[in-house]
């Protein structure tokens, strides 16, 4: 722990990386917490490459009130190339200094809490800089939290959408692909899946073959429509980590099934970005103002190089990660950035015993939702 932060030390808040419904109502949680204890909080413009530019804005906290009930992010986000080079690193620790920052807090994801490590031994007012991060990121793909701000919105999101696509399916006795974000990771589509009611989800955990796939569509459809199931429709929830494109595996299902059914059609639904923006739902509004409020008053405290991470009640602190129970907040856990990093790096691998268990469960759930 480094010396605590006076009042009148000047803290920055960043987003930065794919934006998170819920993002707004972090900033303006950070801002009004950071207000509340004396400290000047500031705003940088678009990410680290704001960070680089040296645009660091003043923070107008009823513009924040207002924002905080949308999508996207007021300040702005980019995914900066230049930031983890030497020359970028070098132009952010020179903004650091110059503009006299004690503390940063960066929300983001994976890429942007990497980016906010970086900076744990940048010179800022108060010695070192003081360097909280909160995990956003509608693809849930970040270890040491359970939720990361944005999941719930793009899972209702998605779920409503799917209700949408069921209705216009039953009436046609139609097949859908819904081809839904989540980078490299199952989960979005696979909680929206089974909220939705699909009949089955295809993430890259499972790792099926092409062929396998379309086999699975289309014996689901001779049993949806001629066994007497009452099913009129097939929804498919595929993630678009499944490298397989959805069109092509629309013609390929509609080439087999043909040999086998007459009338039948499939049709695709590619959401893309509408997963990311809208309305964040009530939950991500006050996750990220529960997260804010833990972080900042930890970076106040001197606390640095830690992600604040949700597990909700019954927190269990980690020797492994060295996951430590948040004096704050009982439902929210602190966790160094290096361990945040390491554990996300084994999820994302399939080696954490979270990646197992998601690849256990989404296997198991599979066969039930064919029912
Ligand atoms: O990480 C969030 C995310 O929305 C992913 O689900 C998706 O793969 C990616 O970002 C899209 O990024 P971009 O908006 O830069 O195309």
Redesign the pocket.
Known sequence: MSEKLQPGDRVALLTS??DAPGMNAALRAAAKVGVSMGLEVVGVEDGYVGLMAGRIVALDLRALDDASRRGGTILGSA?SKVFPTAEGQAKAREVIARERLAGLVVIG?NGSLTGARTLRDAEGARGKLRVGGLPA???NDLACTTMAIGVDTAMNTIVEACDRIADTASAHRRTFVVEV???DCGYLAMTAGVAAGADAVLVPEIGKSEDSIVEQAVSMMVDAYTKNTGKRRVLIIKA?GVKIDSASLRERIELQVKEQLNDVDTRVTVLG?VV?GGTPSAFDRLLGARLAHAAMRAVFDGDTDFMAGWIGPGAMPSEATGTRLCAYDPYVVLTGLEAVLRETDKLMKGESAVAQWRRRIFAEIEPILAR
């Open positions: 990386g794919g995914r994801g990121s509608i693809d974000m989540g980078r678009e970005h990311r």
